[in-house]
């Protein structure tokens, strides 16, 4: 699979406390005070979670923050443009909040607020921040792992936002419909809050075909039989140079079907690992996705 799916999919599982530079939180009544290089002070503005409309600003209607809890139906064509491919006008996202009962593709988790001037490479590195102990409790404190979650998708404000001075960054999740992050999204009827951790079967990644990671497959629900499923962990290995193809075949292998020994009838699955390209890898930490399908027929329900 291409690097920005590991990538949205390991953001999504979320590691605890990241540190935020320059920057405080902007959460759901668990609000997080995170490091900055200012002690000047940013005002946290309370939200609630399913907030379905915001006011309009009095100063030339120029819409008002974003808050957590917020739903958008964010069309495809502001969400072809992550990752390195970004252009500049993909960081605007004009798209109107909405009721998050009504279909929608994207909820705001966090919004960060720097407490220094707000540029667009200050905006692209605060990603980073977006994973902080609050968001992790609104998505219910899911378990790490790669899942369909798409995490964070970022946008900060228009020109006519930030000439209003607005300084902000808008974290929002989405759920992935297919193996390549990040368009389309799964539209959703409901909000997210709560439901990650609580559900985490439904956010496990499955396909109706064998895998290919030459191209994007759209993805099925787990909690029904499929043919092939993404295993939540990934394997790792840390070498010195980028391994020959033996190896990470033999290791790959082995380290995946190391994973489902233990399962109902294990030795029906077939368990193979996908490697990071040695193109997209520059170093450090080696991660392969590990899917497993049967010899025979589909893999039963996800409980």
Same mark, same amino acid.
């Given at each position: 699979m291409?690097?920005p +799916?590991?990538?949205a &999919?390991?953001? &999504? ?6 540190a935020c530079?320059?920057c405080t939180?902007?959460?759901?009544s668990t609000?997080?005070?995170? %490091? ?6 940013v005002s946290s503005? =309370?939200?609630?979670?399913? /907030?379905?409309?915001t006011?309009?600003? /009095?100063a030339?209607? +120029?819409p008002p923050? %974003?808050?957590v809890?917020?739903c958008?139906n964010?069309p495809?064509?502001r969400?072809?443009?992550? !990752? ?5 006008? $993909?960081w +605007?996202?004009?798209s ?5 009962s009504?279909?929608h ?5 966090e919004?960060?607020k720097?407490v220094v001037k707000?540029t667009?490479?200050?905006?692209e590195?605060? #990603?980073d921040s ?6 992790i409790?609104y998505?219910?404190n899911?378990d790490?792992g ?5 995490y964070p998708?970022l946008?900060?404000p228009s020109p006519? *936002?930030?000439a209003?001075g607005q300084?902000?960054v808008?974290c929002?999740?989405?759920?992935q419909a297919?193996? @390549? ?6 539209p *959703?009827?409901?909000?997210l809050? #709560?439901?990650v !951790? &609580?559900d *985490?079967g439904?956010?496990q990644?499955?396909i !109706?075909?064998l895998p290919? %990671?030459?191209r994007?497959?759209r993805?099925?629900s ?8 993404l295993l =939540?962990t990934?394997?790792?290995?840390n070498? /010195?140079?980028?391994?020959p193809?033996?190896?990470l075949?033999?290791?790959g ?6 994973m489902?020994? $233990?399962r109902k009838a294990a030795? !029906?699955? +077939?368990?193979?690992a ?5 193109? @997209?890898?520059?170093? #450090?930490?080696?991660f392969? @996705? ?5 010899k &025979? #027929?589909?893999?039963p329900p996800?409980?």
């Amino acid at each position: 699979m291409e690097k920005p +799916v590991r990538a949205a &999919a390991l953001l &999504a599982t979320i590691a605890m406390g990241v540190a935020c530079t320059a920057c405080t939180s902007d959460a759901s009544s668990t609000a997080v005070a995170l %490091p900055t290089r200012s002690s000047a002070a940013v005002s946290s503005t =309370p939200s609630s979670a399913g /907030a379905s409309s915001t006011p309009s600003s /009095a100063a030339d209607d +120029v819409p008002p923050p %974003p808050e957590v809890g917020q739903c958008r139906n964010t069309p495809t064509t502001r969400l072809a443009h992550f !990752g390195a491919s970004r252009r500049p006008g $993909d960081w +605007v996202d004009k798209s109107p909040v909405i009721d998050c009962s009504k279909t929608h593709t994207m909820e705001t988790i966090e919004v960060i607020k720097p407490v220094v001037k707000l540029t667009l490479a200050l905006a692209e590195q605060l #990603g980073d921040s977006c994973a902080t102990p609050a968001a992790i409790n609104y998505l219910g404190n899911p378990d790490r792992g790669i899942s369909r979650i798409a995490y964070p998708l970022l946008y900060w404000p228009s020109p006519a *936002q930030r000439a209003a001075g607005q300084k902000w960054v808008r974290c929002d999740i989405g759920v992935q419909a297919a193996t @390549q992050c990040c368009a389309p999204l799964a539209p *959703q009827t409901a909000s997210l809050h #709560g439901k990650v !951790g &609580a559900d *985490q079967g439904r956010f496990q990644i499955c396909i !109706g075909e064998l895998p290919d %990671p030459a191209r994007s497959q759209r993805l099925t629900s787990c909690k029904r039989p499929h043919r092939a499923e993404l295993l =939540p962990t990934p394997l790792e290995l840390n070498p /010195a140079k980028y391994p020959p193809a033996a190896v990470l075949e033999r290791t790959g292998r082995s380290g995946c079907a190391d994973m489902v020994k $233990d399962r109902k009838a294990a030795d !029906g699955l +077939v368990a193979a690992a996908y490697w990071d390209p040695k193109s @997209q890898w520059s170093g #450090g930490t080696l991660f392969a @996705q590990c899917w497993i399908t049967r010899k &025979a #027929g589909l893999l039963p329900p996800i409980e």
